[in-house]
């Protein structure tokens, strides 16, 4: 990639820049697209997985109880890593921490190309996730410091990079790993080198912005606009945690199982099936493009109680719907329920303003535990109740979004607050 990125020898403003903002908000953008390239090609690896189940299925004679627990590995690994070192960078950030990350995937994708036992496929998939737990708590940090205040714009901008990277990681796994084999693997290798090169850069910005005065120095003094009662936010954090759960869980149900799903139930070939699942991951990364900034402008309460509970009359539809209607409501659902992550996102670091990294990596842990944790549960009920029972039961799992009813309503406060400081 030909980006141009301040680095720790490129100071990112000049006094004289300070004063001119469109000078600013370019480069506050190059950096959100810079990162959000970096998402992409993070989350094009870890889909890569996904993609590869039916290979590895076959090669190594798996259950869905062992490709479960492949999911349940890598997310796990990551859910349990990523609050503890947003907590950590929280109060001694890394800036050059996100390339490190990164190798630690590389070194996992691989292991993963070479794998001869189903042991080492899962220490691949901890490697994995291991770079994961860095990077998203880490990136989201970056992706606040470079909103410009525009949070909600900011979060959606570095998290479509995800959604489109695990959206063409099927396309490509269909194209090269799998009429070529496990070892093919290894040439997604090349994408985790550019991606170390990326981050390398974002963190000599990052550093420039510790040296500027941007980072744990304001902390507290961002803490002291915290407005809620510490049960309120405990209370809320609940509910969001419940619609995480709910959210994630159904991901999980279609980005590890639909392949299966679609190949018992219509009888399509792998490839043919992995086109389904590129639909379904398209519309995730649009909707979550438009959750953001539709939250800054109408509400972050709102878009997180439209787009979990509003997407139930679909995902009932689902088990019921052929062909063509299945594609066309994967579609619907992936777009509507993707666009509340990053309105939660900002919503959890509005209620703790001053734990940017600590709230970012619990709530991407939780989300990739809760994703963990349902691949395993739903191979183990696909092993014995059949892959078309756990997407009736799954369907029911957007009704939780009811619960958002009970968020408090945090963002009308800072906006009278805002106004009386003004």
């Not at 690896?45 to 627990?69: D, M, T, W």
């Not at 974002?202 to 120095?217: C, R, V």
């Not at 405990?234 to 159904?250: E, H, N, P």
């Not at 691949?375 to 939780?400: K, R």
Request: proline share 5%.
């Amino acid at each position: 990639m030909h980006t141009t990125l301040p680095t720790a020898t490129t100071p990112l403003a000049t006094a004289s820049d300070a004063a001119t903002p469109a000078k600013t908000d370019q480069t506050r953008f190059r950096v959100l697209g810079a990162i959000s390239f970096s998402h992409f090609l993070n989350d094009m690896i870890q889909s890569l997985i996904l993609a590869i189940y039916p290979l590895l299925k076959g090669e190594f004679s798996l259950s869905f109880v062992q490709i479960g627990l492949i999911t349940l590995t890598y997310q796990i690994t990551a859910s349990l890593l990523q609050p503890l070192v947003g907590l950590y960078t929280d109060k001694h950030p890394k800036p050059y921490s996100l390339a490190f990350g990164m190798g630690a995937t590389l070194v996992g994708l691989l292991l993963l190309s070479v794998a001869p036992s189903f042991g080492v496929v899962l220490l691949a998939a901890a490697l994995v996730g291991t770079g994961s737990s860095v990077f998203h708590p880490e990136s989201s940090r970056i992706a606040r410091m470079a909103s410009g205040g525009q949070h909600g714009l900011a979060q959606a901008i570095f998290q479509v990079g995800g959604s489109m990277g695990s959206a063409v990681g099927p396309l490509l796994a269909a194209a090269i790993v799998i009429p070529r084999g496990q070892s093919a693997v290894a040439w997604f290798g090349l994408a985790a080198l550019v991606a170390i090169s990326v981050l390398w850069q974002i963190g000599g910005w990052y550093k420039q912005q510790q040296l500027a005065g941007f980072g744990p120095k304001k902390k507290t003094a961002a803490a002291a606009h915290g407005l809620l009662p510490r049960r309120i936010v405990i209370w809320a954090f609940l509910v969001l945690m419940v619609l995480v759960f709910s959210k994630f869980f159904y991901l999980s149900s279609i980005s590890s199982y639909y392949i299966f799903f679609l190949m018992s139930k219509f009888h399509l070939s792998v490839q043919s099936a992995q086109v389904y699942l590129f639909v379904f991951l398209f519309a995730v990364a649009i909707g979550t493009l438009a959750g953001g900034p539709i939250g800054d402008r109408i509400g972050r309460k709102l878009v997180i109680w439209v787009s979990i509970l509003g997407v139930a009359p679909f995902t009932l539809a689902l088990p019921y719907a052929n062909l063509m209607w299945t594609g066309v409501l994967t579609f619907v659902v992936g777009f509507i329920l993707a666009s509340a992550f990053p309105a939660i996102i900002v919503f959890a670091q509005e209620l703790l303003p001053g734990k940017i990294g600590a709230v970012s990596g619990m709530f991407f842990g939780f989300a990739f535990g809760m994703g963990g944790i349902g691949a395993a549960v739903l191979g183990a009920l696909a092993d014995t109740h059949g892959i078309g029972y756990v997407y009736h039961l799954c369907a029911y799992l957007p009704l939780l979004g009811i619960f958002a009813v009970f968020l408090p309503n945090v963002e009308r406060p800072r906006r009278q607050m805002a106004g009386a400081h003004s």
